[in-house]
Nanobody, 118 residues
Framework: VQLVESGGGSVQAGGSLRLSCSASGSPLMPWGISVMGWYRQVPGQQREWVASIHASNTRKYSDTVSGRFTISRDNAKNTAYLQMNSLKPEDTAVYYC??????????WGQGTQVTVSS
């Protein structure tokens, strides 16, 4: 399974970024993806969960991003998005996409850097 992330970059506090994660690969076929999620990690700290979206479109957010970030997915494209608004310097991290297959499997993207300056 290949996960291709894009959309990271540098932005000033209060700005917005949109991350994308496209999944492909035969282990996901034909049953598809169960959960798509985003995690983030700061050097020296543990990776933390940010948001996730189930195939049923149920969405969950960590308390630190709730109300500012929105996760969505396009099932036809096996792609997840993370719209990040009102960014804060403490949102600076490497953001990782995670995908869980309907029949098992847990896959990670390579990460994309998000830097928010004050």
């Amino acid at each position: 399974v290949q996960l291709v992330e894009s959309g990271g970059g540098s932005v000033q506090a209060g700005g917005s970024l949109r991350l994308s994660c496209s999944a492909s690969g035969s282990p996901l076929m034909p049953w598809g993806i169960s959960v798509m999620g985003w995690y983030r990690q700061v050097p020296g700290q543990q990776r933390e969960w940010v948001a996730s979206i189930h195939a049923s479109n149920t969405r969950k957010y960590s308390d630190t991003v709730s109300g500012r970030f929105t996760i969505s997915r396009d099932n036809a494209k096996n792609t997840a998005y993370l719209q990040m608004n009102s960014l804060k310097p403490e949102d600076t991290a490497v953001y990782y996409c995670n995908v869980k297959g309907q029949k098992g499997g847990d896959y990670w993207g390579q990460g994309t850097q998000v830097t928010v300056s004050s």
